[in-house]
T-cell receptor, first 113, second 114 residues
Framework: DSGVTQTPKHLITATGQRVTLRCSPRSGDLSVYWYQQSLDQGLQFLIQYYNGEERAKGNILERFSAQQFPDLHSELNLSSLELGDSALYFC????????????FGPGTRLTVL | GENVEQHPSTLSVQEGDSAVIKCTYSDSASNYFPWYKQELGKRPQLIIDIRSNVGEKKDQRIAVTLNKTAKHFSLHITETQPEDSAVYFCAASNYGGATNKLIFGTGTLLAVQP
């Protein structure tokens, strides 16, 4: 157990719908990262928050958005879902911005039908 | 842009043999190189990492080497065991800057045959 929690574990929804994935970082970690893992794209960085502020964006679609709340938990919102959005979404956390280990949560498996 | 290439994509070895996985990164500012092991359906777990001021690091049967000039780093697993079977990902990041996001390689499926 890494100490990073993600809910829900599984999500099945239809095209065009909107979902919210939730992540709670390890106690004391200020940085939260979201990664998408699909069969054909591997592990792709989506977005990073540090202490409530957006720090970096990767190949994140405009239909996706995220935020980090004052209690440091983060949510990833995916809207107008397409079949190709089906993937494992991982949240990771680290203490800060240095070469800290990033600890991954168990992931949310999203299936878009 | 930032890119990490990883080879081979699959690797099959006999139990007790050594396994080597190689990665090349493109961003010369990268200074932190972790390796993650991911079992089927599970989360990636860090197994070893190396920073750019070090050329080699060892932890029991696992070692990582870094060649900054060539922008190469490699994972070495000795005396492989069936429980080493998993997908291994290398990654690179640039800590100390605006972000320490990880750029991952495409993964290597390691199968250790008993």
């Amino acid at each position: 157990d890494s100490g990073v929690t993600q809910t829900p574990k599984h999500l099945i929804t239809a095209t065009g719908q909107r979902v919210t994935l939730r992540c709670s970082p390890r106690s004391g970690d200020l940085s939260v990262y979201w990664y998408q893992q699909s069969l054909d794209q591997g592990l792709q960085f989506l977005i990073q928050y540090y202490n409530g502020e957006e720090r970096a964006k990767g190949n994140i679609l405009e239909r996706f958005s995220a935020q980090q709340f004052p209690d440091l938990h983060s949510e990833l919102n995916l809207s107008s879902l397409e079949l190709g959005d089906s993937a494992l979404y991982f949240c990771a956390s680290s203490v800060g911005l240095a070469a800290d280990t990033q600890y991954f949560g168990p992931g949310t498996r999203l299936t878009v039908l | 842009g930032e890119n990490v290439e990883q080879h081979p994509s699959t690797l099959s070895v006999q139990e007790g043999d050594s396994a080597v996985i190689k990665c090349t990164y493109s961003d010369s500012a990268s200074n932190y190189f972790p390796w993650y092991k991911q079992e089927l359906g599970k989360r990636p777990q860090l197994i070893i990492d190396i920073r750019s001021n070090v050329g080699e690091k060892k932890d029991q049967r696992i070692a990582v080497t870094l060649n900054k000039t060539a922008k190469h780093f490699s994972l070495h697993i000795t005396e492989t065991q069936p429980e080493d079977s998993a997908v291994y990902f290398c990654a690179a990041s640039n800590y100390g800057g605006a972000t320490n996001k990880l750029i991952f390689g495409t993964g290597t499926l390691l199968a250790v045959q008993p």
